[in-house]
């Protein structure tokens, strides 16, 4: 059975690339430090699952000392220039759009049809994790497609690829640890203790101030944690569920629903989203960290208190 | 309180600017010491927090061909490809973006999207290609400015879909977390309640484009004028 465990070995071998490539490139005055941290990533990925958590919490530690205290090297320049990848591009024309497709085709392929395949009765891959398993895949695919297609020398994806990760650089690992300090904030039960104080402070008498304080509560609760699945627990066991629905009587599914989506215009909003906001300004080579979230916070805004209209309207019905 | 000192380290830090992998790091260590555990179960409990994790960057493998087709010409022919649409302006092939994100996410088919294989490559050039069309050469500031819309658009659009569809993560995770409290809902009533929240986003974030395109068009012309 194909599990997750492939998922983790293409990622280590990927990381395992870069830290190579950097380790060769003598040009990077950074290269043993950029190598370490590549190195440590892809032994948390290769090795991750056999190690003890002790040892993984030590590379992990090791990963970041290497970042904090050496500093780590920006990308090397592009090789190749802007007209030679124009006349490339007019060479091959829309067919460079063919590997690139193929990632989002064979996803969807992978997750609708993979789950129906098993081998003398043990499914083909693990059902639960279908839809990572098949973005492992369809990249796998897409880089032999694009190898095929272009020829280029074999080196060439992990080149690649570490030009592109050194740019992206620690971003790259954020959103893991901002998952892995939700889980270290639910350890340590942050969340009553923020539901509690909450419910201390605010006066809720009114059923508008008690959905208003659901739905602004999910999306601040959200901006300081980061996602919206670590607020929702806390603040529909703290608000919604005794005051919106039993003491003024609305409709769960209605509070449940919106308030999740209230939770979202916080994720709009908050650095702690770190995969959605931060990652993109690093990809797109934007001078300003928040340049993202700056763009978002209008209809993050409005749309909360379009969220706000929605419950209040419907959830006491 | 003690357990909160992680939430502080995080306002902190980010207020004095350290770098965020440090602070976050920081954070999750200092949480784990305020619970009252022993260095050692500390940092055991951060390294499996940190392992169970990894289903959370497996966007990154598609850089190695991203990379590939990009040095082979891939964000120059999505430029030529935009430039031949001549109805094309960043507003509306931004919102024509948002529209198929959020349908498309509706259909549970949210890894269609994302930063890095669709945006960079893709959709953020095709943007900037389709403001040159109609302005020519853009300030840097109007680029990055035609960039951090086309990062928005592909959150909005996925964050604002993907709850209208019954398997995903979060409605599985309202409906595990109620049954636990008593009650039990369908997920198809929790993903029906989604869809007003998704009408008013694409109303909002719509209108915002099409605004778009009228503010970059005054900047142009701005820009012209002092020039001339």
Redesign the interface.
């Known amino acids: 059975m194909i599990t997750?465990e492939f998922?983790?070995v293409?990622?280590g071998l990927?990381m395992a690339g870069v830290a190579i490539v950097n380790l060769r490139d003598r040009t990077s005055a950074k290269r043993y430090n950029n190598a370490a941290f590549w190195g440590l990533y892809a032994v948390?990925?290769l090795a991750?699952?056999f190690?003890?958590?002790?040892?993984?919490?030590?590379?992990?530690?090791a990963m970041?000392l290497v970042?904090?205290i050496g500093k780590l090297g920006g990308p090397p320049p592009?090789?190749?220039t802007?007209v030679q990848?124009?006349?490339?591009?007019?060479?091959?024309?829309?067919r460079?759009?063919i590997?690139?497709l193929t990632?989002?085709a064979v996803?969807?392929l992978g997750?609708l049809t993979l789950k129906r395949f098993s081998i003398n009765g043990t499914p083909l891959v693990d059902a639960k994790?279908v839809?990572?398993i098949?973005?492992?895949l369809s990249?796998v695919v897409?880089?032999i497609?694009?190898?095929l297609m272009?020829r280029?020398p074999l080196r060439?994806?992990?080149?690649?690829?570490r030009?592109?990760?050194d740019a992206?650089s620690?971003?790259?690992?954020?959103?893991?640890?901002?998952?892995?300090?939700g889980?270290?904030?639910a350890?340590?039960?942050?969340g009553p203790?923020?539901a509690s104080i909450i419910e201390r402070w605010i006066p809720l008498h009114t059923a508008l101030a008690v959905v208003a304080t659901y739905t602004i509560g999910m999306a601040l609760f959200t901006i300081?944690m980061g996602n919206?699945?670590a607020a929702?627990?806390v603040m529909?066991?703290g608000i919604g569920?005794p005051l919106i629905v039993h003491q003024f009587g609305g409709n769960?599914?209605?509070m449940?629903?919106?308030g999740?989506?209230s939770g979202?215009c916080g994720?709009?909003m908050t650095?702690?989203a770190?995969?959605?906001?931060?990652?993109?300004?690093a990809?797109?080579?934007?001078?300003?960290e928040n340049?993202?979230i700056?763009?978002?916070i209008?209809?993050g805004i409005?749309?909360l208190a379009?969220?706000t209209a929605?419950m209040y309207a419907?959830v006491f019905r | 309180m003690l357990p909160l000192i992680g939430i502080l380290v995080v306002i902190v830090g980010f207020a004095l600017r350290v770098n965020p992998l440090t602070v976050v790091t920081a954070a999750a260590l200092v949480t784990g010491l305020a619970a009252h555990r022993s260095p050692v179960e500390v940092i055991a409990a951060f390294g499996k927090a940190f392992v169970d994790s990894r289903s959370v960057p497996v966007v990154w493998l598609a850089l190695p061909v991203i990379g590939l087709l990009e040095s082979a010409g891939l964000k120059e022919r999505a430029r030529m490809v935009i430039s031949r649409i001549h109805a094309a302006t960043t507003g509306r092939l931004l919102l024509a973006y948002l529209a198929l994100r959020q349908l498309t996410s509706a259909l549970g088919l949210t890894s269609l999207g994302g930063h890095p294989q669709m945006v960079r490559p893709l959709v953020a050039p095709m943007a900037e290609a389709a403001a040159e069309n109609r302005f020519g050469e853009l300030p840097e500031r109007t680029r990055f400015r035609i960039r951090a819309h086309a990062a928005a658009v592909d959150n909005i659009g996925l964050f604002f879909g993907e709850d209208i569809f019954i398997a995903i993560g979060s409605i599985l995770l309202i409906r595990g977390f109620l049954e636990q409290s008593g009650y039990h809902v369908e997920p198809a009533s929790l993903a029906l309640w989604a869809i007003p929240t998704a009408v008013c986003a694409f109303i909002i974030h719509g209108t915002r484009l099409v605004l778009l395109d009228r503010s970059l068009e005054a900047e142009a012309k701005g820009a012209e004028r002092p020039r001339a």
């Open positions: 997750f998922v983790n293409l990622m990927m948390t990925f991750g699952s190690l003890s958590d002790f040892m993984n919490g030590l590379v992990v530690i970041v970042m904090a592009e090789a190749s802007r990848r124009e006349a490339s591009a007019a060479k091959w024309g829309n460079l759009f590997p690139a990632i989002p996803t969807l997750t994790q839809t990572l098949s973005l492992g990249t897409a880089l497609a694009g190898m272009l280029p060439a994806p992990m080149v690649e690829a030009r592109l990760m992206v620690w971003a790259a690992v954020l959103p893991q640890m901002l998952a892995a300090l889980a270290m904030f350890l340590a039960g942050v203790v923020v300081i919206a699945f929702f627990p529909t066991a569920l769960v599914v209605i449940a629903a919106v999740m989506v979202f994720t709009l650095p702690m770190a995969n959605f906001n931060i990652v993109p300004v990809l797109l080579e934007l001078p300003s340049a993202v700056k763009v978002q209008p209809t409005l749309l379009a969220n929605i419907f």
